[in-house]
């Protein structure tokens, strides 16, 4: 997905949100915050919004000494997201299609991105998310891949949603072997293998790190032990709005977007209204745009 100038405001945007989780000093927040011009000075339109939202964290990270600084709200996020998912999870395995619960399950705990939002009440996202109707769904697509999928790597996304995956990894144990994939290096609130311990994952998983510090999931940054997983993958189930924007037009791979269209633009790439819980393929995407 190329950047579009819509995407540029929300650049600054995120800046300020890192800004605000490091100090409370406005002059810091401004000297932060122009940490995140000139990447954006020198962006090109054919860059994705990942790629120019990496550059910004980059320098960012720097200026922290390569300090986690959402390392608390992180950790809050879990702990928070463990507490609701001991009750939620029954209501999951009674569903009549367990599957589609767990795939709305690991779409709901998608809010938790610090990147796009401030303001988040998970109690409330879960109760309406599993009433709310997807604007895009490849569920029967999906089925039917699942039986002659041995080798699943997951992509995981943000500390805390990570819980929400739980049920959904669960299922796809059921037919092979997964991989959860996570950062190497803090990247906003994405988990890394810190994150991931302390995130309830079931036994038989195999966690592995990218080897990336970027947003997303660009796949020339990763890790040969990464890419190596990423290639022989028979599916691949990719969390988030940033894995998103970085692979959507990768051809050669069986991937499944699950994600909620946080903006417009990626709104507009699937065909759906903005806040749509998606979980398509990357076949379907081709379907749409052809």
Do not use: W
Not at 183 to 206: C, F, H, Q, R, Y
């Amino acid at each position: 997905m190329k950047v579009r100038l819509e995407c540029f405001p929300c650049f600054v945007r995120q800046a300020l949100i890192a800004a605000s989780q490091i100090t409370d000093d406005p002059v810091q927040v401004k000297e932060i915050i122009d940490l995140s011009l000139e990447p954006i000075r020198n962006a090109r339109l054919s860059d994705t919004p990942a790629h120019i939202a990496t550059e910004i964290y980059r320098r960012i990270r720097a200026r922290l000494n390569g300090t986690d600084a959402f390392r608390g709200i992180k950790a809050q996020c879990t702990e928070t997201a463990l507490k609701i998912m001991r009750d939620f999870e029954p209501m999951i395995e009674r569903s009549p299609d367990p599957l589609e619960a767990a795939i709305r399950a690991s779409v709901a705990g998608n809010v938790i991105d610090f990147g796009i939002y401030t303001d988040i009440n998970l109690d409330s996202i879960v109760e309406n998310i599993m009433h709310e109707p997807f604007g895009i769904l490849s569920l029967s697509e999906l089925k039917s891949d699942l039986p002659h999928a041995k080798s699943i790597l997951f992509l995981a996304d943000n500390a805390g949603e990570l819980v929400f995956d739980v049920p959904l990894i669960r299922h796809l144990l059921q037919f092979g072997s997964v991989k959860v994939a996570v950062k190497s290096v803090p990247v906003i609130n994405d988990a890394t293998m810190e994150d991931a311990m302390a995130s309830g994952l079931p036994p038989g998983i195999e966690l592995i790190e990218n080897g990336s510090d970027c947003v997303g999931t660009i796949l020339e940054t990763c890790s040969d032990e990464f890419r190596r997983a990423f290639e022989d993958a028979d599916l691949i189930i990719s969390k988030g709005q940033a894995n998103f924007e970085t692979l959507d037009d990768v051809k050669d791979a069986n991937i499944y977007f699950l994600f909620k269209a946080k903006c417009e633009v990626t709104a507009g790439m699937v065909g759906v209204e903005k806040d749509s819980l998606c979980a398509v393929s990357n076949r379907a995407l081709l379907r749409l745009q052809a």
